[in-house]
């Protein structure tokens, strides 16, 4: 599978970090980052090409590159409205316009809470034409004990969504679950 991993934004580029640090090996992953260098150290020595946001002309901003999937992560509310808008001003809202326009799955972490209804309306529509809309959100039945299982889970929700096959995070069992005893 080719991957494209946007990150946007300030708050929560570790879970776009560690999403692509728990990536398959057998995923091609290719990095868009905004201007949060702080990131670009981290994933220098890792498995991927890295792009900085400036490089709209690059091979994947194309849709004959055969990109399988992108995801933002985190995705800025900056981001999410260019996004809906049609606005392809940068590498990360190009890649994301060419994925709509060719079909691929989008898949949006918006990161700020609480959402502003414009936020709202903008996840309603994009949400409309396909794009998986992902915040980072706990399932607590997953009963996480750390930040890491925490992030597992979130990341695990993500790659199921882009079928990428994963055992980040405990699934729900009838079987083993408190909740339906004590109700």
């Given at each position: 599978?080719?991957?494209v991993v946007a990150?946007?934004?300030?708050?929560?580029?570790?879970?776009?970090?560690?999403?692509?640090?728990?990536?398959?090996?057998?995923?091609?992953?290719?990095?868009?980052?905004?201007?949060?260098?702080?990131?670009?150290?981290?994933?220098?020595?890792?498995?991927?090409?890295?792009?900085?946001?400036?490089?709209?002309?690059?091979?994947?901003?194309?849709?004959?590159?055969?990109?399988?999937?992108?995801?933002?992560?985190?995705?800025?509310?900056?981001?999410?409205?260019?996004?809906?808008?049609?606005?392809?001003?940068?590498?990360t809202t190009r890649?994301?316009?060419?994925?709509?326009?060719?079909?691929?799955?989008?898949?949006?972490?918006?990161?700020?809470?609480?959402?502003s209804p414009i936020?709202?309306?903008?996840?309603?529509?994009?949400?409309?034409?396909?794009?998986?809309?992902?915040?980072?959100?706990?399932?607590?039945?997953?009963?996480?004990?750390?930040?890491?299982?925490?992030?597992?889970?979130?990341?695990?929700?993500?790659?199921?969504?882009?079928?990428?096959?994963?055992?980040?995070?405990?699934?729900?069992?009838?079987?083993?679950?408190?909740?339906?005893?004590?109700?």
């Amino acid at each position: 599978m080719k991957i494209v991993v946007a990150i946007t934004g300030a708050s929560g580029i570790e879970l776009g970090v560690k999403f692509i640090e728990l990536l398959p090996k057998s995923c091609e992953v290719f990095v868009v980052v905004s201007d949060s260098a702080k990131i670009v150290q981290k994933l220098e020595k890792k498995r991927v090409k890295l792009y900085q946001n400036s490089e709209i002309g690059s091979s994947i901003a194309s849709g004959s590159f055969g990109i399988d999937a992108v995801a933002i992560i985190p995705c800025s509310t900056n981001t999410l409205a260019k996004i809906a808008c049609g606005v392809a001003d940068n590498l990360t809202t190009r890649v994301a316009s060419v994925a709509i326009k060719e079909g691929k799955t989008l898949l949006l972490a918006p990161r700020e809470i609480p959402f502003s209804p414009i936020a709202l309306e903008n996840m309603l529509k994009l949400s409309r034409l396909g794009v998986i809309i992902a915040p980072p959100t706990l399932g607590y039945y997953s009963n996480p004990s750390s930040l890491d299982e925490m992030e597992r889970f979130i990341i695990g929700k993500w790659f199921d969504r882009l079928g990428i096959e994963n055992n980040l995070y405990k699934r729900w069992d009838d079987e083993k679950s408190d909740i339906s005893r004590d109700i």
